[in-house]
């Protein structure tokens, strides 16, 4: 059972920036993948940004340039940097590791005022 704990989520006005933590209660670089997810308000669970193995990295079209992935092995912790948010970016992220299965944290809320 592998544990996934976000924070850094919060209120932010279009053009800020926030950057989410994902702390991981096993190796992140044991993992065949993490990333992190959005969900807005009556949409669908979208992907934002993928690591996976030695470091290939995705983002979805609609943050890329703005969002960075990255990892600290040291600190089994997986964060998105993102910046020059947009009202679109608001919703629930979630930290998602693939291991032997998917696992999932609770979320963290962001949400951007215009």
């Known amino acids: 059972q592998v544990q996934l704990v976000e924070s850094g989520g919060g209120s932010v006005q279009a053009g800020g920036s926030l950057r989410l933590s994902c702390a991981a209660s096993?190796?992140?670089?044991?993992?065949?993948?993490m990333a992190w997810y959005r969900q807005a308000v009556g949409k669908q669970r979208e992907l934002v940004a993928r690591v996976i193995g030695v470091g290939g990295v995705s983002y979805a079209d609609a943050v890329k340039g703005r969002f960075t992935i990255s990892r600290d092995s040291a600190k089994n912790t997986v964060y998105l940097q993102m910046n020059s948010l947009k009202p679109e970016d608001t919703g629930v992220y979630y930290c998602n590791g693939v291991y032997d299965t998917a696992y999932w944290g609770q979320g963290t809320q962001v949400t951007v005022s215009s």
């Open positions: 096993a190796s992140i670089f044991s993992a065949n993948a």
